[in-house]
């Protein structure tokens, strides 16, 4: 079994933006394809760190961890994690989840949130697996548009 890798994608290359275009549609079928100019938005954004993970050489999952400043501290939040499904189960969304981890400490999170839909059972009990614990919280949406 090949080794799962995971960068930090730095540029907004050709190779990146497919590989979101392919992966985003996997989470989202509602979401519309991130643009060139949005990827440069994210890849060059101090708050945003899109992390790629790679199984053969190819980009098969993608994690965007959001870092952000408020009077209580620096938040830490998960968004977006995508792994391929012709690449789930090799370890692919735990490495994507423990580099994001790892930059927030170098950041100077104290903690980390993400939510998930209790549906996606596999990437809730990774998460229950690698330490994060559910919150007694409710989560709100405002629909801007």
């Known amino acids: 079994m090949s080794a799962t890798t995971v960068e930090i994608a730095r540029e907004a290359t050709d190779e990146v933006l497919e590989a979101l ?3 985003i549609t996997q989470l989202s079928s509602s979401s519309a394809p991130v ?3 949005e990827l440069h938005d994210i890849v060059t954004s101090d708050s945003s760190v899109l ?3 790679r199984l053969d050489n190819r980009i098969v999952g993608s994690l965007t ?3 952000f400043r408020i009077p209580t501290g620096i938040r830490a939040w998960i968004e977006d994690v995508v792994v391929d499904e012709s690449a789930r189960g090799h370890g692919v969304g735990e490495a ?3 580099a994001a981890l790892d930059e927030a400490k170098r950041r100077g999170a104290k903690t980390v949130d993400l939510t998930s839909r209790p549906s996606r059972e596999a990437a809730n009990r990774l998460y229950r697996r690698i330490g994060f614990a559910a919150r007694e919280t409710n989560v709100y949406r405002y629909e801007l548009s």
Request: hydrophobic share 55%; charged share 20%.
């Open 96 to 98: 994507l989840n423990r």
């Open 21 to 23: 275009h392919r992966l």
């Open 35 to 37: 643009s060139e100019a």
């Open 65 to 67: 961890l959001a870092t």
């Open 51 to 53: 992390f790629i993970a």
